[in-house]
């Protein structure tokens, strides 16, 4: 079965560098969230996007952006990095009507020198 | 807010061993819990979940059941295997309101299993 996809699979960039995680959810999921994994924590909820419309707003600093698309593919953007914005990014997908059980990608590791 | 509160680990047992992981939440109404899986260098995978109360989540020998009673979701199974080996993650999503769907994780069960 089609899984969601995440890309890049491993980022590194510089303190005050710009970047951009795609996801690519389950087809026919309607709803895209964000996570950031921090070393040794649980996932923290960052945003979520419904029928390409934001539903719900985590602790996501202002300095990060997202959005979905028409194909209902996500964009995580990520402005002026600082080193403790290094961590597992994971982007989940789900399906309203059937459920709404989320099903997470392989996220996204970035470090930030 | 909703809260997921799990057992301290690590926890390491020997193959075959009986496993249990506590797992207790704080949430208004009638949340689903669940319970993630994640393996070294690996995303999250759903193991179980549980959408009301005194439902039974069941996968791959690993049990948990909705208890409305003691707001618990504690995760079983009779006999581990060295595979099993990750961290298991319990986590809930609320019955509603603004935060529609997000998940609150607790904060992870490491288990080492040896031969």
């Known amino acids: 079965a089609a899984g969601v996809i995440q890309s890049p699979r491993h980022l590194i960039k510089e303190k005050r560098e710009t970047a951009t995680l795609k996801c690519y959810p389950i087809p026919r999921h309607d709803t895209v969230y964000w996570y950031q994994q921090g070393p040794g924590q649980d996932p923290q909820f960052l945003i979520s996007?419904?029928?390409?419309?934001?539903?719900d707003k985590g602790s996501i600093p202002d300095r990060f952006s997202a959005q979905q698309f028409s194909d209902y593919h996500s964009e995580l953007n990520m402005s002026s990095l600082e080193l403790g914005d290094s961590a597992l990014y994971f982007c989940?997908?789900?399906?309203?009507?059937?459920?709404?059980?989320?099903?997470f990608g392989p996220g996204t590791r970035l470090t930030v020198l | 807010g909703d809260s997921v509160t799990q057992m301290e680990g690590p926890v390491t047992l020997s193959e075959e061993a009986f496993l249990t992981i506590n797992c207790t939440y704080t949430a208004t109404g009638y949340p689903s819990l669940f319970w993630y899986v994640q393996y070294p260098g690996e995303g999250l995978q759903l193991l179980l979940k549980?959408?009301?109360?005194?439902d039974k989540g069941s996968n791959k020998g690993f049990e948990a059941t909705y208890r409305k009673e003691t707001t618990s979701f504690h995760l079983e199974k009779g006999s581990v295997q060295v595979s099993d080996s990750a961290v298991y993650f319990c986590a809930l999503v609320g019955a509603g309101g603004t935060s529609y769907g997000k998940l609150t994780f607790g904060q992870g069960t490491i288990l080492t299993v040896h031969p």
């Open positions: 549980a959408t009301k109360a005194d």
């Open positions: 996007f419904y029928e390409k419309m934001q539903s």
């Open positions: 989940a997908s789900s399906s309203r009507g059937r459920g709404d059980t989320q099903y």
